[in-house]
């Protein structure tokens, strides 16, 4: 990957989008890795899929644009490196899948079975499924002048065919459409009597491709192809021209299926005659056409994942513990957490304690107020129940709703149209800034006071993704961070000044500043030769300030070490410039998704500080999210955020990278721990 030298900073930084290949290729990687069980092994075949769909849908078709301005010689030379690459990745991907993973399922006993390998028994079997449950849904499209190419949606299952002969009125109309009901499972288990003792699997496709010809009586099926058009994803709503926000992103996520189109997927086997065809019609250069080996929708193999039934080729259960010793069973929560702050490590403790303080609150008739912001909770929630229910209980409710979460926008509005038919007071934040703070603080008459009990968290409201997320969240009375809390939640709904801060950094505001302050003081005790460090752990490192002030601090001597899951356009070891600086990424069984950031400028006990925070160090979440960092104060749990968060991953020699100055990421030599495994242990003794 080229090093690009920034015209302003001269800092030696990397293509942003090419470092996100990087990181699917890690990803990837863990598909080769014998020492994991099978299925997840396809699993993470189907998490590639997955993220190259998001990747086409924002990120590529937003460089595209850019490639596309006055001036922008270089950003097409980088977009044909992107291009190049991706292909490059998406080949890699369905060579695992065919030559690796699928193999070694067969000799487990599960397979996926062609119409050329299925037995005249399990063949009959296919065609009656075929007649009766699917045939009835889908309609073929001959194209002629009154049957123009249709609409398809973005991501959508289809076939084109090549047809000889004429038609019912004797016109030799050769190209016909036929879409894919999204109603139709993808992949269906043969009956075990069919099976010989194996997992017997039949893809949709296959079925449908075995029975083309059903649909096209008195013609002949010359050619085929299943195809799949990508399309640019992100909504565009301009937030100054609209009076309902709300209203105005309802009306967008209709569009959203049929944005420009950005890539092609077809089988390798489709002729170029229809894959020219299809390029055509969507306008797309050759570039843009993936022939692959193989079905060109993966992610939907995870229905394989979870119909096989085969607990020795999945990761063993995994269940988070409640921490009974900082929140005994039966004990008010407010109790417990106005006696000390309560740290939660997960997935490796329980989310349970969250949703028990909400319910806690919801069912005390002392607690008065609620409030929360709401960035990604799910299409169900027992968060959103609780704040319904809270509302029906009498009590003041207050629900920043982020409508622009992307691909949640629509499960945001749905909520925040139940919360709002129940009397909670709904916003969306400030136009222009999304909200991406995690928070939620609950206001209880305690005597005559009133108390306040917060809950911060670098993850999201989402009782699933907390299962599968490395995060950590943070409950606390502290006076200080919990009216705090309030005055941003009182600046979200009022749109008046923030009040200064007393403990948290905020963005837009100073967390930016503060962060390149911190950082700041670390390079002048390195110029002093005193004890300078910095260890930082996010998803995704992007912004030229930050990377400047990272780069500066190691060129004074401070040791920095980035532990960075996703992009990085940071390149580490360059000769002069960044030799003091080394980036590392951990891939494993859960996404790692923490935010923590650790400063030392000095020798003394107060020379230093640490952060847990909701946001990446992107420009994005500086400048144009509401985001929060707040410090870790208390020693012991200090500590235990080092111990936890940071060493390990320093340590990992089984899931973690190293990155070198070239963009490329290596393995780390697995000859020692790893920090997720060291970690479950932990918390399982």
């Known amino acids: 990957m080229p090093v690009i030298k920034s015209v302003t900073q001269s800092l030696p930084l990397l293509n942003r989008e090419q470092s996100m290949l990087e990181f699917n290729r890690r990803v990837l990687a863990q598909a080769r890795r014998a020492d994991l069980p099978l299925l997840e092994r396809l699993r993470y075949i189907c998490i590639v899929s997955s993220n190259m769909d998001e990747f086409f849908e924002v990120r590529f078709s937003d460089a595209v644009e850019a490639a596309r301005g006055p001036g922008s010689g270089l950003a097409r030379t980088d977009l044909r490196a992107v291009a190049a690459e991706a292909h490059e990745l998406v080949d890699e991907q369905y060579a695992i899948f065919n030559q690796e993973v699928m193999p070694a399922l067969v000799r487990e006993g599960v397979v996926i079975l062609n119409h050329a390998e299925r037995n005249e028994a399990q063949r009959q079997w296919v065609a009656r499924y075929f007649h009766r449950d699917v045939q009835p849904l889908l309609v073929p499209l001959g194209l002629d002048p009154s049957h123009p190419f249709p609409q398809l949606l973005n991501k959508s299952l289809n076939f084109i065919i090549q047809l000889s002969g004429a038609d019912a009125f004797g016109r030799e109309n050769s190209i016909a459409i036929v879409k894919v009901p999204r109603v139709l499972p993808r992949v269906i288990r043969l009956p075990d009597r069919l099976s010989d003792g194996r997992q017997a699997f039949v893809l949709l496709t296959s079925m449908i491709r075995a029975h083309l010809a059903d649909m096209f009586p008195g013609r002949v099926v010359e050619a085929f192809s299943q195809f799949r058009v990508t399309r640019d994803s992100d909504l565009d709503v301009d937030e100054d021209d609209v009076t309902n926000l709300r209203q105005a992103l309802r009306s967008e996520l209709a569009s959203r299926h049929f944005g420009k189109a950005v890539r092609l997927e077809v089988v390798n086997t489709c002729p170029p005659v229809l894959s020219d065809f299809l390029r055509s019609q969507f306008n797309l250069p050759e570039a843009a056409l993936y022939r692959v080996n193989g079905p060109v929708n993966l992610v939907r193999l995870n229905t394989l994942i979870d119909l096989c039934q085969a607990p020795a080729l999945r990761f063993p259960p995994h269940e988070p513990m409640w921490p009974r010793q900082r929140l005994p069973r039966g004990r008010s929560m407010f109790e417990s957490i106005s006696e000390r702050d309560v740290l939660l490590h997960h997935p490796f403790e329980s989310f349970d304690p969250v949703i028990e303080l909400l319910r806690e609150a919801v069912q005390d008739p002392k607690v008065l107020a609620i409030k929360q912001t709401i960035y990604r909770t799910g299409t169900e929630s027992v968060l959103m129940e ?300």
């Open 386 to 685: 609780l704040l319904i229910e809270a509302a029906e209980r009498g009590k003041e409710v207050l629900a920043v709703v982020e409508l622009k979460a992307r691909f949640d926008e629509e499960a945001n509005i749905n909520w925040a149209e139940r919360l709002e038919a129940v009397g909670v007071q709904v916003v969306y934040g400030i136009v222009g800034l999304k909200t991406h703070a995690k928070l939620l603080l609950v206001t209880r008459k305690e005597g005559l006071r009133m108390a306040r009990y917060a809950h911060l968290s670098t993850g999201n409201y989402n009782t699933k993704t907390a299962r599968l997320y490395t995060d950590v969240g943070y409950l606390t009375a502290d006076p200080d961070i919990t009216a705090d809390a309030d005055a941003i939640f009182q600046h979200l709904a009022s749109l008046n000044p923030l009040k200064t801060p007393r403990r948290l950094l905020v963005a837009p505001f100073n967390l930016h500043s503060e962060m390149c302050a911190r950082m700041e003081r670390v390079r002048k005790a390195a110029l002093l030769g005193q004890p300078a460090r910095i260890v930082v752990k996010f998803n995704s490192l992007t912004d030229p300030g930050l990377i400047a002030a990272l780069v500066a601090a190691g060129q004074a001597g401070a040791q920095i070490d980035l532990i960075v899951r996703g992009a990085c356009m940071l390149a580490p070891g360059v000769p002069g410039q960044t030799d003091n600086i080394r980036v590392r990424s951990v891939v494993g069984r859960f996404l790692e998704h923490t935010r923590v950031l650790y400063f030392r400028w000095g020798a003394g006990e107060n020379d230093e500080a640490l952060y847990l925070s909701s946001a990446d160090w992107m420009s994005r979440n500086m400048m144009r999210r509401i985001e929060v960092a707040w410090p870790i104060r208390d020693a012991d749990m200090r500590q235990q955020v080092i111990d936890e968060c940071l060493v390990p991953y320093l340590h990992d020699r089984i899931d973690a990278w190293s990155l070198d100055a070239d963009g490329h990421y290596h393995r780390v030599d697995r000859t020692g721990p790893g920090a997720q495994q060291a970690l479950t242990r932990r918390y399982q003794d």
